[in-house]
């Protein structure tokens, strides 16, 4: 065989290759645009390796012919061969379907990108609206983490310890500074529901001295609280006596009335995810590109790795 | 055939310009009024950031960063809404940028904050590892130009009549007016009151520093450029 | 006068033969390390934190795109025009000491505007408009110069012998007034010092245009910039050198007069397709796609007209290199002219588009066609302006090939890299969540980052090999005083 032979059907079979290891089988074999593309590589290849062969076959077999025009320019003539006769019907077959397309085929404005988009979310959200609605345990804890890697790693970090304290730590429920932050300023980053907050010290009263809460008290409080409910009896009293009214004797929240600061639960990642948050470590923007099983799942996430 | 034009030289530029030129008129010129409306909600650039803006084309950020989303399901979970022509109608030049090396950030104002974005222009891999984005450490002690970006919005609005001082609509029907100074010092202490609310938010001390001593670096014009693309 | 062969003058077309050697080597070893840095990223910092800001990839994108653009390639164009001008034109600038001294002009403020570039790149003075960041003192420049090539141009045509214009002529008149044309449009800015009646630096310029508007207008640039200085001066250069070193008559007339109206015509109506599904209007977007395809074929025709001029001449490819260099230059041509298509067809496009598809697609083109074009060219010049063999043909066989190995790569690489990539962006999981996070897009990417980094710098070696032999060929051994007809004459 010819080397030029060789050499074609390597670099073709390099571009097939190339193409291979590029597409994604897991995810883009059912994507029309995926399957465009690689159709339109391979083709790109093919297609000039074949063209350029047929004119290099005849650069080894054919000889130069026709009749030399008159002009000559610094030794260059010119023959005057006529136009290959592949290219000039390929040429006006483009051109009358280029005319055909835009003229008749679509004319001016009668496909809209915008209204494709339309139909493709549509499409995508019925399909995965059958299942979502039996979604749950395990399952949901895995696409929860799904959406977390794309949408709160940057910020949590892959292993949702917050980066060294860029934003919270998720393995963990309250970190103690930032129970002695909210205490001290309240907080009203409608955690629960909608307007509900809490308020800064000046407004927290404990039961037990029958007076405003204080800085030793704060602090044991705090200890006691971000320590998971545990030891600390000092601090377990003053929780008995400010906040369980509230937050509940076990710190397990009230439905409309406080959240659990116990363990995340579920509405109280999704309400963060909603509205966002604001407190010691900083500010998390509200995270609008979910939808509201992604946001279920990703508290199940959180869930399931915090401690 | 056309040997007649091959020998003359005048006639054939003629004609070649002709063919030329032509398909520029046809294709640029039709939707030219009706793509530059504004959005209901799109708003001009403060002085401060345009300044901010005018550093990440100094820095040529839009060589990694698109600031496009097209309207594609994955591109909108991604980044958000689609984008829409009138949200441009400020934008002198375009940043839709060609290469997306690294995300979108047509609204990154929407899902990264004044701290975050600290952090991560400072060193990105320290955030993001194995991030490939270069760090920005200069921008924390290079100075913005203010002047510059006074300079440019006064150009905007005396020649395009972009509105500054004046109500523009929002989307909930209430309006907003984006003030642009009366003199350069005006200008100044615009700007440097919108950086103190940046600044309170940032912890780098040097920045903080400054900003109360009446400088501002070039790194807090551009988060606030930054928070503003929503 | 008439029957001695005419003394042709090549004194502006060795200046900028040599611009673009030295151009050609910065703003490719520039894109290595831009190359490498993607890779790599703590190279951002080898030069230091104090540097980091004039060394950063950001910073020197622009300046490897512009030095290769307005550096190398124009400096290849205004060279061979300077070079084949006076030849198919029978026309001795020595005939005329104000074409020669505008020619002189433009070179020294070429090389003084090149000066201005580099260093108002490096202090980050820039529009952002791809292939057009120059502030509008530069522009001016710019504008001034072409001018003078345009002077140049008509000036040698209007004292030409040969009645009827070469088809290389034909198609460095349409590049003068492409850019003419394009450049002026997309460069509208107002000076804000002046506007605002004197605040802040005086440079600093606002576009005309906003939006949406700023960006169709961006892509009719860039796309034919592309056209005008990527293409229709290349294809000038192939219309001589390729017959001209090959000893062949031009396959067909017909042919090249098809070609270059089709070209003229159809190029125009692309810009479009930079824009797909953006918030450009779906008509302007269907016209890129559309025309697109459509101009494949004036493409071809010039690439199948120059490969069938070689027809019957294969033992001329498989002995010179220099004919080697241009047929793999049609070849990429070829290539890069329908990938380019390929990639405009809107379901492509979605994935192409933002990726690195799109500087594969940039560098079969640029590499192997604009590339090889150049470099074929100076070597064809050099023994007629040194009037010296070329000093070695070993070394460029060796150029071609290690330069043929490193496109491979470059494309090979970037292709992977951007259909991988796209497609990943595109994907969800089978929750209907996005499969990967950006991140996970751009951790695949390091291996081909630097496949690409490796084919590059390969690229660059036979560059310096390029540049060696050249400068050596002007001191080695002289060839015989008589004109030199086709085939270059080449030392072992
Ligand atoms: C038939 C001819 C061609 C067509 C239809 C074509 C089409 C395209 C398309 C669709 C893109 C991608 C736009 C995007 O999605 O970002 C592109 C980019 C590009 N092409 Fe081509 N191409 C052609 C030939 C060439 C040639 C011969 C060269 C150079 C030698 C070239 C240089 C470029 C460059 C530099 C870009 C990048 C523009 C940017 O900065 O985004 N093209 N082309
Ligand atoms: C040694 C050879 C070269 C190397 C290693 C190289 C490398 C690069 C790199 C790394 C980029 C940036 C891509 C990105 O942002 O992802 C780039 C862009 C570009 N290069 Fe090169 N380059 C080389 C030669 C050339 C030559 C000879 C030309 C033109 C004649 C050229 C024209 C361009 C253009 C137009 C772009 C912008 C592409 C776009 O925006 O899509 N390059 N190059
Ligand atoms: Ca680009
Ligand atoms: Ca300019
Ligand atoms: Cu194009």
């Given at each position: 065989?010819?080397?030029?032979?060789?050499?074609?059907?390597?670099?073709?079979?390099?571009?097939?290759?190339?193409?291979?290891?590029?597409?994604?089988?897991?995810?883009?074999?059912?994507?029309?645009?995926?399957?465009?593309?690689?159709?339109?590589?391979?083709?790109?290849?093919?297609?000039?390796?074949?063209?350029?062969?047929?004119?290099?076959?005849?650069?080894?077999?054919?000889?130069?012919?026709?009749?030399?025009?008159?002009?000559?320019?610094?030794?260059?003539?010119?023959?005057?061969?006529?136009?290959?006769?592949?290219?000039?019907?390929?040429?006006?077959?483009?051109?009358?379907?280029?005319?055909?397309?835009?003229?008749?085929?679509?004319?001016?404005?009668?496909?809209?990108?915008?209204?494709?988009?339309?139909?493709?979310?549509?499409?995508?959200?019925?399909?995965?609206?059958?299942?979502?609605?039996?979604?749950?345990?395990?399952?949901?804890?895995?696409?929860?983490?799904?959406?977390?890697?794309?949408?709160?790693?940057?910020?949590?970090?892959?292993?949702?310890?917050?980066?060294?304290?860029?934003?919270?730590?998720?393995?963990?429920?309250?970190?103690?500074?930032?129970?002695?932050?909210?205490?001290?300023?309240?907080?009203?980053?409608?955690?629960?529901?909608?307007?509900?907050?809490?308020?800064?010290?000046?407004?927290?009263?404990?039961?037990?001295?029958?007076?405003?809460?204080?800085?030793?008290?704060?602090?044991?409080?705090?200890?006691?609280?971000?320590?998971?409910?545990?030891?600390?009896?000092?601090?377990?009293?003053?929780?008995?006596?400010?906040?369980?009214?509230?937050?509940?004797?076990?710190?397990?929240?009230?439905?409309?009335?406080?959240?659990?600061?116990?363990?995340?639960?579920?509405?109280?990642?999704?309400?963060?995810?909603?509205?966002?948050?604001?407190?010691?470590?900083?500010?998390?923007?509200?995270?609008?590109?979910?939808?509201?099983?992604?946001?279920?799942?990703?508290?199940?996430?959180?869930?399931?790795?915090?401690? | 055939?056309?040997?007649?034009?091959?020998?003359?030289?005048?006639?054939?530029?003629?004609?070649?310009?002709?063919?030329?030129?032509?398909?520029?008129?046809?294709?640029?010129?039709?939707?030219?009024?009706?793509?530059?409306?504004?959005?209901?909600?799109?708003?001009?650039?403060?002085?401060?950031?345009?300044?901010?803006?005018?550093?990440?084309?100094?820095?040529?950020?839009?060589?990694?960063?698109?600031?496009?989303?097209?309207?594609?399901?994955?591109?909108?979970?991604?980044?958000?809404?689609?984008?829409?022509?009138?949200?441009?109608?400020?934008?002198?030049?375009?940043?839709?940028?060609?290469?997306?090396?690294?995300?979108?950030?047509?609204?990154?104002?929407?899902?990264?904050?004044?701290?975050?974005?600290?952090?991560?222009?400072?060193?990105?891999?320290?955030?993001?590892?194995?991030?490939?984005?270069?760090?920005?450490?200069?921008?924390?002690?290079?100075?913005?130009?203010?002047?510059?970006?006074?300079?440019?919005?006064?150009?905007?609005?005396?020649?395009?009549?972009?509105?500054?001082?004046?109500?523009?609509?929002?989307?909930?029907?209430?309006?907003?007016?984006?003030?642009?100074?009366?003199?350069?010092?005006?200008?100044?202490?615009?700007?440097?009151?919108?950086?103190?609310?940046?600044?309170?938010?940032?912890?780098?001390?040097?920045?903080?520093?400054?900003?109360?001593?009446?400088?501002?670096?070039?790194?807090?014009?551009?988060?606030?450029?930054?928070?503003?693309?929503? | 006068?008439?029957?001695?062969?005419?003394?042709?003058?090549?004194?502006?077309?060795?200046?900028?033969?040599?611009?673009?050697?030295?151009?050609?080597?910065?703003?490719?070893?520039?894109?290595?390390?831009?190359?490498?840095?993607l890779a790599f990223p703590s190279l951002n910092l080898v030069f230091g934190q104090g540097l980091a800001e004039?060394?950063?990839?950001?910073?020197?994108?622009?300046?490897?795109?512009?030095?290769?653009?307005?550096?190398?390639?124009?400096?290849?164009?205004?060279?061979?025009?300077?070079?084949?001008?006076?030849?198919?034109?029978?026309?001795?600038?020595?005939?005329?000491?104000?074409?020669?001294?505008?020619?002189?002009?433009?070179?020294?403020?070429?090389?003084?505007?090149?000066?201005?570039?580099?260093?108002?790149?490096?202090?980050?003075?820039?529009?952002?408009?791809?292939?057009?960041?120059?502030?509008?003192?530069?522009?001016?420049?710019?504008?001034?110069?072409?001018?003078?090539?345009?002077?140049?141009?008509?000036?040698?045509?209007?004292?030409?012998?040969?009645?009827?214009l070469y088809i290389s002529v034909w198609y460095y008149i349409a590049t003068f007034l492409g850019v003419a044309?394009?450049?002026?449009?997309?460069?509208?800015?107002?000076?804000?010092?002046?506007?605002?009646?004197?605040?802040?630096?005086?440079?600093?310029?606002?576009?005309?245009?906003?939006?949406?508007?700023?960006?169709?207008?961006?892509?009719?640039?860039?796309?034919?910039?592309?056209?005008?200085?990527?293409?229709?001066?290349?294809?000038?250069?192939?219309?001589?050198?390729?017959?001209?070193?090959?000893?062949?008559?031009?396959?067909?007339?017909?042919?090249?007069?098809l070609s270059f109206w089709g070209l003229m015509f159809v190029y125009l109506w692309c810009g479009g397709h930079?824009?797909?599904?953006?918030?450009?209007?779906?008509?302007?977007?269907?016209?890129?796609?559309?025309?697109?395809?459509?101009?494949?074929?004036?493409?071809?025709?010039?690439?199948?007209?120059?490969?069938?001029?070689?027809?019957?001449?294969?033992?001329?490819?498989?002995?010179?290199?220099?004919?080697?260099?241009?047929?793999?230059?049609?070849?990429?041509?070829?290539?890069?002219?329908?990938?380019?298509?390929?990639?405009?067809?809107?379901?492509?496009?979605?994935?192409?588009?933002?990726?690195?598809?799109?500087?594969?697609?940039?560098?079969?083109?640029?590499?192997?066609?604009?590339?090889?074009?150049?470099?074929?060219?100076?070597?064809?010049?050099?023994?007629?302006?040194?009037?010296?063999?070329?000093?070695?043909?070993?070394?460029?066989?060796?150029?071609?090939?290690?330069?043929?190995?490193?496109?491979?790569?470059?494309?090979?690489?970037?292709?992977?890299?951007?259909?991988?990539?796209?497609?990943?962006?595109?994907?969800?999981?089978?929750?209907?969540?996005?499969?990967?996070?950006?991140?996970?897009?751009?951790?695949?990417?390091?291996?081909?980052?630097?496949?690409?980094?490796?084919?590059?710098?390969?690229?660059?070696?036979?560059?310096?090999?390029?540049?060696?032999?050249?400068?050596?060929?002007?001191?080695?051994?002289?060839?015989?005083?008589?004109?030199?007809?086709?085939?270059?004459?080449?030392?072992?």
């Amino acid at each position: 065989m010819n080397k030029l032979y060789l050499g074609a059907i390597v670099v073709t079979a390099l571009m097939l290759f190339a193409t291979y290891v590029s597409f994604d089988f897991k995810h883009g074999s059912s994507d029309i645009v995926n399957q465009l593309a690689i159709l339109g590589a391979v083709i790109l290849v093919i297609a000039t390796i074949f063209v350029v062969v047929k004119y290099v076959r005849q650069m080894q077999t054919d000889t130069a012919s026709g009749d030399l025009m008159e002009d000559n320019w610094d030794g260059v003539g010119e023959y005057d061969n006529p136009v290959p006769t592949g290219w000039a019907i390929v040429f006006l077959g483009t051109m009358i379907w280029g005319m055909w397309y835009y003229l008749v085929g679509y004319p001016v404005n009668s496909y809209s990108q915008i209204g494709e988009y339309n139909e493709d979310a549509a499409a995508l959200n019925k399909k995965f609206e059958e299942k979502y609605k039996n979604l749950k345990g395990d399952e949901l804890v895995n696409m929860g983490e799904s959406v977390y890697l794309s949408n709160c790693s940057a910020c949590h970090g892959l292993s949702a310890d917050g980066i060294d304290g860029q934003a919270a730590d998720l393995n963990v429920r309250l970190e103690k500074k930032v129970v002695k932050h909210v205490i001290e300023n309240g907080s009203s980053n409608n955690l629960v529901s909608e307007g509900m907050s809490m308020p800064d010290r000046n407004g927290l009263f404990n039961a037990n001295t029958n007076a405003l809460i204080t800085d030793a008290e704060i602090d044991s409080v705090a200890s006691y609280v971000a320590n998971g409910f545990k030891g600390n009896e000092a601090g377990a009293k003053v929780f008995a006596g400010t906040c369980a009214a509230c937050h509940g004797a076990d710190g397990k929240g009230m439905e409309f009335v406080a959240p659990n600061i116990a363990s995340f639960d579920s509405s109280l990642v999704v309400n963060v995810v909603a509205n966002g948050k604001k407190g010691a470590i900083g500010t998390m923007p509200k995270i609008t590109v979910l939808n509201k099983k992604q946001k279920e799942a990703v508290a199940a996430y959180v869930q399931s790795i915090s401690k | 055939m056309f040997h007649w034009l091959e020998k003359n030289p005048f006639l054939f530029a003629v004609g070649v310009f002709l063919t030329v030129a032509f398909a520029g008129v046809v294709s640029i010129l039709p939707s030219f009024a009706q793509t530059s409306r504004p959005v209901i909600g799109t708003t001009p650039y403060s002085t401060l950031e345009l300044a901010g803006r005018q550093v990440y084309i100094k820095n040529s950020c839009n060589a990694c960063h698109s600031q496009l989303v097209r309207p594609f399901k994955a591109e909108t979970d991604r980044y958000g809404h689609y984008s829409l022509s009138g949200e441009y109608a400020y934008d002198r030049p375009f940043l839709w940028g060609s290469k997306r090396t690294g995300p979108d950030l047509m609204r990154v104002g929407n899902y990264r904050t004044t701290e975050w974005h600290e952090n991560h222009m400072m060193n990105p891999a320290a955030i993001v590892p194995n991030s490939i984005m270069p760090g920005y450490a200069w921008m924390f002690k290079n100075i913005a130009d203010i002047d510059t970006a006074y300079a440019e919005q006064l150009t905007v609005a005396g020649v395009f009549g972009v509105p500054y001082n004046k109500p523009v609509p929002m989307a909930d029907g209430s309006t907003k007016t984006i003030k642009m100074g009366k003199t350069v010092e005006d200008a100044r202490a615009l700007a440097l009151a919108e950086a103190k609310l940046v600044a309170a938010d940032m912890k780098n001390q040097d920045v903080k520093d400054m900003v109360k001593n009446g400088k501002i670096p070039e790194i807090v014009a551009l988060i606030a450029y930054l928070n503003s693309l929503k | 006068m008439e029957n001695r062969p005419l003394e042709y003058d090549y004194t502006v077309a060795k200046w900028f033969m040599f611009a673009a050697i030295a151009l050609g080597i910065v703003g490719m070893t520039i894109g290595v390390f831009i190359a490498f840095e993607l890779a790599f990223p703590s190279l951002n910092l080898v030069f230091g934190q104090g540097l980091a800001e004039y060394t950063n990839f950001s910073r020197l994108r622009p300046l490897h795109t512009d030095a290769v653009a307005f550096g190398f390639t124009v400096s290849g164009i205004f060279a061979t025009w300077y070079y084949v001008g006076q030849r198919v034109l029978k026309v001795s600038m020595a005939e005329s000491k104000f074409l020669m001294f505008i020619g002189k002009l433009q070179f020294v403020l070429y090389i003084l505007t090149v000066v201005a570039i580099v260093v108002s790149l490096f202090m980050g003075y820039t529009t952002s408009k791809e292939y057009a960041e120059f502030e509008w003192p530069v522009d001016i420049a710019i504008v001034v110069i072409w001018v003078l090539w345009g002077v140049s141009i008509f000036g040698l045509i209007g004292i030409r012998r040969e009645k009827s214009l070469y088809i290389s002529v034909w198609y460095y008149i349409a590049t003068f007034l492409g850019v003419a044309m394009l450049y002026l449009f997309n460069n509208m800015e107002i000076p804000t010092y002046f506007a605002s009646g004197g605040h802040g630096d005086w440079f600093h310029s606002v576009s005309a245009y906003a939006g949406t508007n700023d960006a169709t207008v961006q892509w009719w640039y860039g796309h034919n910039a592309v056209a005008f200085v990527f293409t229709v001066p290349i294809i000038a250069m192939i219309y001589y050198f390729l017959p001209k070193e090959s000893g062949q008559a031009i396959y067909s007339y017909k042919l090249s007069l098809l070609s270059f109206w089709g070209l003229m015509f159809v190029y125009l109506w692309c810009g479009g397709h930079h824009l797909l599904f953006s918030t450009v209007p779906d008509w302007i977007q269907t016209m890129g796609s559309v025309f697109s395809i459509v101009l494949i074929l004036p493409s071809w025709g010039s690439a199948i007209n120059m490969l069938l001029t070689l027809k019957g001449e294969w033992q001329q490819v498989a002995s010179s290199p220099l004919i080697k260099f241009l047929l793999l230059a049609s070849t990429f041509y070829m290539f890069s002219t329908l990938e380019g298509p390929v990639q405009a067809v809107k379901s492509v496009n979605a994935i192409a588009h933002f990726t690195d598809w799109i500087p594969g697609h940039v560098h079969d083109g640029t590499l192997g066609w604009v590339g090889f074009m150049i470099i074929a060219s100076a070597l064809h010049m050099t023994p007629r302006i040194f009037k010296r063999e070329i000093y070695s043909k070993g070394l460029m066989t060796a150029q071609f090939w290690i330069q043929t190995l490193g496109i491979v790569f470059y494309f090979t690489s970037m292709w992977i890299a951007g259909i991988t990539q796209g497609m990943m962006w595109r994907s969800h999981d089978e929750y209907g969540n996005l499969a990967y996070s950006f991140m996970d897009t751009v951790n695949v990417l390091h291996p081909y980052y630097t496949l690409r980094g490796i084919g590059g710098f390969l690229f660059l070696t036979g560059l310096f090999m390029w540049a060696y032999n050249i400068i050596k060929s002007a001191s080695a051994r002289p060839v015989e005083e008589s004109e030199l007809q086709s085939a270059s004459p080449m030392g072992a």
